[in-house]
């Protein structure tokens, strides 16, 4: 390979430019052509997300999705990851993610109101884990505590194969009015390209091809960008003020090969060229070479295209948030990318043919996996010591001492606070209607099951939502992948996608955004290829919200799937090491059925409380329902097996009412399955002829997993 390029890349590089290219080009096509930037590998199957929506106004292509809301009312979200870096530096790493996240939703001309991540590590009594949790912990609560985006919902599991590699995926949902909407295409030949926010330095020089290559025992940190939410908060405030300005053409965030990638993509969009001057680019350090300001991937900067003639306008505005800015580029008939250094031409490349990059297909091989069922013991367990043990465990206990790092309540539009039910709602001020969102997967699933982990991944969150009563609208996802050129592991994707697609297909909702990461493999591990769901939904009304509590005396259902497979699940782990097995499957016009029920319920206030059951089992999703509630209960009708109480089957919730013939009756008419199991009361959990102190469920529930000092050196 040459400078990195496959031979049929190098030869496509020679017909494109009709010669070699020389180092400025061989830089841009670097970048331009890695596996972050073009999805060169991944492309051919994520065409077969569905994309369309009556609420879509921006789709795929743009830096995130933005959809109808409600009067005027917008919304974009996007979810996207930081594993590489993190996995180097975890504070900037995991920093930096959220910043670049921040700056897509910003790029859209909407405000950025919440935070929400996916956190994957290796094993917990690992001190490798414990620092890499530590530092990706800090980083994120650093970056959003200091712009005033509160991190709102997430999810953190630990499994061994992620111990090298860790996974750090953040979602940001921003919030608008439509006439604030703005692209990314650059239109107008003339106008003119505007850079503004931090200076340019030599951070992150390299940091898409660095992404886009299995990670070695060695890395160089100047592929780590540096971390300044501070300027990041002067962005926010000043995009704010921009996008009422009538001249203001398009918004382009400066993230993955920085200038290399953003100018190009921004002119080609528009079926333009463009004209970059390196030489205006404010620099941090006066010695920079013209390579290293075109690929450095310094945080915190943005682009806009604005009316020729109109720039004056725009200064005003960042010298009041002491912003660095410059004209650095203008929009031009001939489609080419012309990249000059004090009026020297030091790079041509025809625009239109730039981002032509040949799709990469390997070969697979199915790999095998355990399939067979286990067999649990027939021997007589203790439940109450099986569920303490479980709901302490490093994947079911309260994630609390992480998100209480996190301010989750500043803005004061966050209704459900995390904890306390299945998914997050959000007020829109002086509305009647707000949000939920919810972030979501299991790569443990996609490694047993490709096809039915990814159906499970969106159906999980879409029932998350609708315990809250939330009509979901749209989905963004994150793909975390091992080396795709391995056969074993490039098997996945079609089945993965095609999960991903039939369920959406079900709902009828759409992906608006997304991202992949490849390449996430050291030499001594490869992650699971672990699906993240980014999902957000509608409340009609807030006041179905507010009311949702767990009372006592309420009754408690089981309701929907009585029976199933518990390949995957928690208990077969933490209880036996066993990682294997069929997983459940997902009746999908079941599925549907049951989940616009539930909402129906919700929203008539039928059910008082609502729980999905998920990673767990029954017994988890009712302890923790209670504990957060602080009540109790008398639990009936339960099967004596690991199976029935801990078995992670699809389709399922409990429910908490005080309405039970309405319930009953309701459920009845829709052919869905319930089972009465249980009263509330208070102070204790009660099963079996099992007692057990809700005091003491709470003392095993909220173990600390933020290490101590000497616990990650």
């Known amino acids: ?38 999805y060169k590998t991944s492309k051919i199957f994520l065409r077969e997300l569905p994309t369309n929506s009556d609420r879509l106004i921006l789709g795929i292509g743009e830096n995130a999705g933005v959809l109808k809301l409600k009067d005027n009312y917008v919304i974009s979200f996007k979810v996207e990851s930081h594993n590489h870096p993190s996995a ?29 991540d996916s956190l994957r590590f290796g094993n917990y009594r690992s001190s490798k884990t414990r620092t890499l949790l530590d530092g990706v912990v800090r980083g994120i609560s650093f970056y959003g505590n200091s712009i005033g985006v509160p991190v709102v919902a997430g999810e953190v599991y630990f499994e061994e194969c992620y111990e090298d590699n860790p996974i750090v995926n953040v979602m940001c949902v921003g919030i608008g009015k439509i006439y604030d909407v703005r692209s990314s295409i650059a239109k107008g030949i003339g106008n003119s390209i505007i850079i503004f926010g931090n200076l340019t330095g030599r951070d992150g020089i390299g940091g898409a091809a660095f992404a886009s290559e299995v990670l070695k025992d060695q890395e160089d940190l100047s592929a780590i960008q540096i971390a300044d939410p501070f300027t990041e908060k002067l962005l926010i405030e000043a995009i704010s003020e921009i996008v009422k300005f009538k001249e203001l053409i398009a918004i382009q965030d400066l993230g993955a090969g920085g200038l290399s990638t953003a100018i190009p993509e921004m002119a080609r969009k528009g079926n333009l060229g463009i004209k970059l001057y390196l030489d205006k680019v404010p620099v941090r350090s006066k010695d920079m070479k013209p390579i290293e300001i075109l690929l450095s991937e310094s945080q915190e900067r943005m682009l806009i295209c604005v009316e020729k003639g109109s720039e004056e306008k725009f200064f005003k505005v960042f010298e009041k948030w002491n912003l660095n800015y410059a004209v650095i580029a203008e929009l031009i008939e001939e489609k080419k990318f012309l990249v000059y250094y004090n009026n020297n031409l030091l790079g041509d490349i025809p625009i239109d043919r730039m981002f032509d990059v040949p799709l990469r297909i390997y070969s697979i091989k199915t790999p ?23 709901i302490s465990s490093e994947n079911l206990c309260s994630r609390f001492s992480i998100y209480e790092q996190y301010d989750y309540m500043v803005g004061t539009d966050t209704i459900l606070e995390p904890g306390y039910g299945d998914c997050t709602v959000l007020r829109i001020k002086d509305e009647d209607f707000g949000i939920a969102v919810k972030i979501d997967g299991n790569g443990r699933y996609i490694y047993l099951d490709p096809y039915e982990g990814s159906k499970i991944a969106v159906y999980e969150c879409a029932r998350n939502l609708s315990t809250v009563g939330a009509i979901p609208i749209g989905i963004t996802d994150n793909i975390n992948f091992p080396n795709p050129e391995i056969e074993e592991n490039y098997y996945y994707f079609k089945p993965m996608v095609e999960g991903l697609r039939d369920s959406a297909k079900k709902l009828n909702i759409p992906f608006i955004s997304g991202n992949v990461s490849l390449y996430n493999e050291s030499s001594k591990s490869r992650i699971y290829p672990t699906i993240t769901i980014g999902m957000v939904g509608l409340v009609e009304n807030i006041e179905n919200v507010r009311r949702l509590k767990i009372y006592e005396n309420d009754s408690i259902y089981l309701v929907g799937k009585m029976e199933g497979n518990i390949g995957g699940s928690e208990f077969l782990k933490v209880l036996f090491n066993f990682v294997g097995g069929n997983l459940d499957k997902v009746d999908d016009d079941f599925e549907i059925k049951l989940q616009r029920s539930i909402i129906h319920l919700v929203k008539n206030g039928i059910a008082s ?4 059951i998920s990673e767990g089992g029954i017994l988890i999703a009712i302890s923790e329902a209670l504990i957060n509630q602080n009540k109790g209960a008398s639990l009936f009708n339960l099967r004596e097996s690991l199976e029935f109480l801990f078995g992670e089957w699809q389709s399922r919730y409990i429910i908490f009412t005080s309405k039970n013939e309405e319930l009953e009756d309701f459920l009845k008419s829709q052919n869905i399955t319930f089972l009465e199991i249980g009263k509330v009361k208070e102070n204790t959990l009660e099963f079996l002829g099992y007692k057990i102190e809700i005091e003491n469920l ?15 050196d």
């Not at 995991?94 to 790029?107: E, F, Y």
């Not at 095998?368 to 303490?388: A, C, M």
């Open 1 to 38: 390979m040459k400078f990195g390029f496959t031979k049929e890349e190098w030869e496509r590089i020679i017909e494109i430019l009709e010669r070699e290219p020389n180092e400025i080009e061989v830089g841009i096509f670097k970048l331009n052509w890695s596996e972050h930037c073009s």
């Open 88 to 116: 180097i530096e975890p504070f900037n790493g995991s920093a930096t993610g959220v910043g670049g996240i921040v700056r897509d939703i910003l790029s859209t001309g909407l405000r950025p109101i919440a935070l929400l």
């Open 368 to 390: 095998h996996v355990k399939k067979e069922n286990f067999e649990v013991l027939s021997k007589n367990y203790n439940y109450g010591e099986v569920l303490l043990k479980l």
């Open 609 to 612: 409380f609502v729980k999905d």
């Open 698 to 712: 709470r003392k095993f529930y909220f173990r600390n997993l933020i290490p101590q000092k000497g616990d990650r």
